[in-house]
C-alpha cells in the first residue's frame, strides 16, 4: 500500500512509496482525501487550506511554507507533527529591505514619474554606500540583509533583542545612543510583545535629520502616528513593506507622504522562494518515507 | 611665495605651502587667477569649467573628478598634466545598478503606482536570488556590480573585451552562447567602437523570454531600436541609466513602455561619490605640493 501526500504543486518530486494529490489552495480540494499522511500546506492562500486539516483522518504531518505557525498549532489534532518553512523566505526578504533601501537612496520614485511625463532632468541622489546602517533583528534575514549591505559598502552596526558582544551584536537597550548615529535603519523583527512599538516618538525623534527607515518585518514594531508626524514633516524618510494597520486603508494619510514609498507585504513570497520551498517540501517527503526525521520540526 | 590652486568645494584639505581660490562651475569664477597652478576641475557641469583651463597661464596640472577625459585632452597647454578620477564613481554606479535590477525585479514602479491611489493589492514577484546575471563589462565598476549580485545570491556569469580564462572571465565573442542561458544582463562598459552597438537585433533576440537588460555604462552599447522592439512586444524588459540619444527626447516612445524603467544618466554622482573625490583631491595637493608623484595621470 502506497501513502498519500497532498502537495500544492505539480512539479514537487514524489519519492517513490508515496503517491500525490494536489491542492493549490485556490480551486476546490480533490474529494476522498481520506488516506492523506503528508500535507504540504499551499502557500500564502488565506484561511481555507489549514480547514482542511480537520477532513484528513490518517494525517501524521503538515507541512508550513511560512515561518510563523502560531495560527495553525490550534488547527493540529493529536499527533500530527507540524514543520515549518523557516529560511525559506529569507532572501526574499533581505532582496526586498534592499530593494526599499535603493529606491530611497536612489529617488526612484522622482525618476519614475518623471518617465511618465518624457522629462530628462538630472540631480545627484543619496546613495548606500559609506552610509551608516543600523540593522534591527540579527537572526537568518538580518543576516543575509548585512552581507547585502556590506557588499554595497555601508557601515553595519548590528541590533538584536539581547546583546551578543563576541558577534559585536547590541542589544535594543542601546538604541538611544546608536539612533543618532544612523542614517538608514532596518529593522527585520517578528511580532512580540518585546517588539510592538519598539521604534516609537521618542526613538525617531532621536535619529538625525533625513535619516530613512525601513521595515520588513512587522508593522507593529514601529509607532505608525509617529511615524507619520515625523515624514510628513519632512525630517524623516520611510520605505515600509508592513504597515500597522494591515492593509494599510485607502484613506490613510501615509499614502502620499513625499519621502515615504510603500509596498504591500510582498517581501517574502518573491520568485526565489518557490523552488527553495519545492526542494524542502521534496526532502522531508524522502524523509518521511525513509523514515528519517524531519527538518523545521515545530510540533511532535 | 605660496602656489595657488583653484578647488570646487571649500571641504577640500588643502595643505601648507598652498593657497586655495574656489569655483564650483555655476556661479562665475574668481578674476586674478593668473597664479593657479593645480586646477580640481567642477564635476559634472557641463562645458564652460574647462573652457576656463587656457585662462590659467600658470597652470601644471589639471585633475579631473570623472573616469572619461577625452574631451579635456585637446584642451591642454603644452607641458600642463592632466589626472582622472577613476574609481571615484565606481561605487555609485554600481549600487545604481542594483537599485535598477531590484526596480524591474520588485515591480517597483507598480507599487509606487498603486501607492498614489491608496491601493493595496499583493502579487508575487520576480526575485534577484538565484537568478542568472551575465555581468557585460568586468572592470572595477563591474567588480563592484559583482560582488553585490554574489551577496544577494544571483548566479553571475563574467563578460569582458578579452577572454581571461584564469579569472574565469569569457570573451564578448561568446555572447551568442551566453546570452540564451541569462534571466539578467548587466551592462557595464564603456563608449568605445567595439562596444558601439554590441547588444544588436541578434544578441536580444537570443536572450530568453521575459529577460531583463540593464545599462549603467553607455547607451550606445544597445541598439535603441532594436531593444524598443523587444521590450515593445513585452518579451523583454529593461532598467535603464543611459541610452542612445541622449538625453532621450520627450517623445521618444522608449519613455513609456511597460516593462522599462530609465533614469537620466545619474548613476555615478551619488552621494558617496563627494567624500571620495574630496579625498582624492587633498592626496593630490599633498602629492604636489611635496613633489610625489600624482596618481591617476592620463596627461604627463
Redesign the interface.
Known sequence: MSARVLLPWIDIDVPEGLSAAYYDGVDAPPADLGDVEFYVLPY?RGPEPPKLIKDLPSLRVVQSLSAGVETLVPLLPEGVRLTNGRGLHD??V???A??LV??A??D??R??A??????????????????RVLLVGYGSIGQAVE??L????AVVTRVASRPRPDKDVHGVAELPTLLPKADIVVLVLPDTPATRGLIGPGELAALPDDALVINVGRGTAIDTEALLAETRSGRLRAGLDVVDP???????PL??VPGV??????AG?????Y?RAKKLAAEQLRRYVEGEELLNLVVQ
Open positions: 500564502d532572501l526574499s533581505a532582496e526586498h534592499l530593494a535603493h529606491a537612496q536612489r526612484l520614485p525618476w519614475f518623471q518617465q511618465t511625463r518624457g522629462e530628462w532632468v538630472r540631480e545627484h541622489t543619496r546613495s548606500l554606500a559609506d552610509s552581507r547585502q556590506v557588499a554595497a559598502e494591515e492593509p494599510l486603508p485607502a484613506d490613510h499614502w502620499t514609498v510603500i509596498t504591500p507585504h510582498i513570497g518573491s520568485a526565489s522562494f523552488p
